[in-house]
């Protein structure tokens, strides 16, 4: 039969991406979101992509009444919970906001799943819980920090629900929590159709829709935070993972979930490349292969940056049976595609 996932934050870039791969793969999706972030067009375009539709209800992850309806009126097997706030900056000015609604909603969430007595969940981690690392690759048993409250904000999740599986073992619960934390490199590239993809709100924090804005000219040039970290060439060097990939880990982590030998309790998993990517690296791929060119400076380096991130990506292979498949080229052919067709995001 038809497996249902529930998809918190599903009109948003990573969980538009992962709602194709869902309905491709055969699940049934049902999404909640309050669209802060996104545009319900993004799901009318999953649905012209794959020519399935997901169930939209518009409402807050917070709303306890709302969810509890969500799981009497669907058979929810899994949930998928992307619903967040993400931007770094924003959350150092305003953390309360930030703590209110990562963790409320996911507390919510937990306790309505419980209830329902659906324990299948895979959460949206980062690879920012690892902070500032000492070495590197990182794997997913090295020491965790925070920087900033979004940081803190994952770091805090990803050890409620550690508790989870804790209690399980005490009440010797008959439906124990399974808990996939993936912990996200940096998402860039868009779906090859060009339908959907990153769309900033405002002024965006990260590198690639950044990049993708000044080709468009919608921004002048872009800045390169500080070219003299101790890098290849400077410049500070990422993960990057082209969005359907992470897409596709998602499918992987529900058919673990839902499959004969799943993970029991709680286990984290990297979704990166393992290959690290310098920020003038990133410039001139983009550049030279989408034949446009991106103008720059150097400027100084932002707070809390660090020289170097990438992953150790064996766990996902190992657990999950994933790895990446798509390419730099992929990555920087594809966010163009999508910025050229919609130079102003969804808003037409
Ligand atoms: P996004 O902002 O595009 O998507 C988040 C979605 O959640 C949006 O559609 C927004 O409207 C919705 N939302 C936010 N708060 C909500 C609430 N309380 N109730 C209902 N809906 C709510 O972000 P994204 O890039 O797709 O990120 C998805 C998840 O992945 C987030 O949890 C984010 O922290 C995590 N993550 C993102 C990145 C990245 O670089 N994009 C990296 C690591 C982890
Ligand atoms: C990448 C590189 C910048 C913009 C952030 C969050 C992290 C995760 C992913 C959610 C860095 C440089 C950037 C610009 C630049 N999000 N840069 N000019 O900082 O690795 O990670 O997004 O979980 O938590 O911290 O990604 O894309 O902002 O930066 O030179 O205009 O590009 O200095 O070296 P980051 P990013």
Redesign the pocket.
């Known amino acids: 039969m038809e497996k249902t996932i529930l998809v918190?934050?599903?009109?948003?870039?990573?969980?538009?991406h992962t709602c194709v791969e869902l309905l491709e793969s055969g699940y049934q999706v049902v999404v909640?979101?309050?669209?802060?972030?996104?545009s319900a067009e993004a799901l009318e375009r999953v649905f012209t992509i794959s020519g399935k539709k997901p169930i939209f209800i518009e409402?807050?992850?917070?709303n306890r009444a709302l969810l509890d309806k969500i799981f009497v009126d669907f058979p929810i097997d899994a949930v998928i919970?992307?619903?967040?706030?993400?931007a770094v900056g924003e959350s150092c000015q305003m953390p309360l906001a930030y703590y209110d609604?990562?963790i409320n909603?996911t507390l919510t969430l937990c306790q309505a799943m419980e209830q329902a007595g659906v324990k299948n969940l895979v959460f949206?981690?980062?690879?920012?819980v690892y902070g500032d690392p000492e070495t590197l690759p990182l794997t997913e048993d090295m020491p965790l920090s925070a920087t900033n409250p979004?940081g803190r904000s994952?770091l805090i999740i990803e050890e409620m629900l550690r508790d989870l599986p804790e209690a399980d073992a005490i009440t010797q619960s008959a439906t124990p929590w399974a808990v996939i934390l993936l912990?996200?490199?940096?998402?860039v590239g868009a779906h090859k159709t060009g339908l959907i993809g990153?769309?900033p709100k405002d002024i965006p924090n990260?590198l690639m829709p950044f990049i993708a804005q000044v080709a468009v000219k919608r921004r002048e040039y872009l800045s390169i935070y500080g070219d003299d970290y101790d890098t290849i060439d400077g410049t500070g060097v990422r993960d990057y993972i082209h969005v359907v990939d992470l897409a596709k880990g998602h499918v992987c982590a529900v058919e673990n979930l839902l499959g004969s030998s799943p993970i029991t309790g709680v286990d984290a998993i990297n979704l990166g490349s393992g290959d690290g990517v310098s920020v003038l690296q990133m410039v001139s791929t983009f550049a030279e292969i989408n034949q446009i060119p991106v103008p720059y400076q150097i400027a100084p380096r932002r707070s809390g940056d660090i020289a170097a991130c990438y992953a150790n990506a064996c766990k996902a292979k190992k657990l999950l049976n994933w790895q990446t498949q798509l390419s730099v080229t992929d990555m920087v052919k594809d966010t163009w595609h999508w910025q050229s067709k919609n130079p102003m995001g969804y808003t037409v």
Do not use: C, Q
Not at 8 to 16: E, L
């Open positions: 918190t934050g599903g009109a948003g870039y990573i969980g538009s909640i979101d309050n669209l802060s972030n996104s409402g807050d992850v917070r919970h992307f619903a967040g706030l993400k609604n990562n909603s949206s981690s980062s690879a920012t979004y994952k912990r996200y490199f940096n998402p990153e769309d990260n």
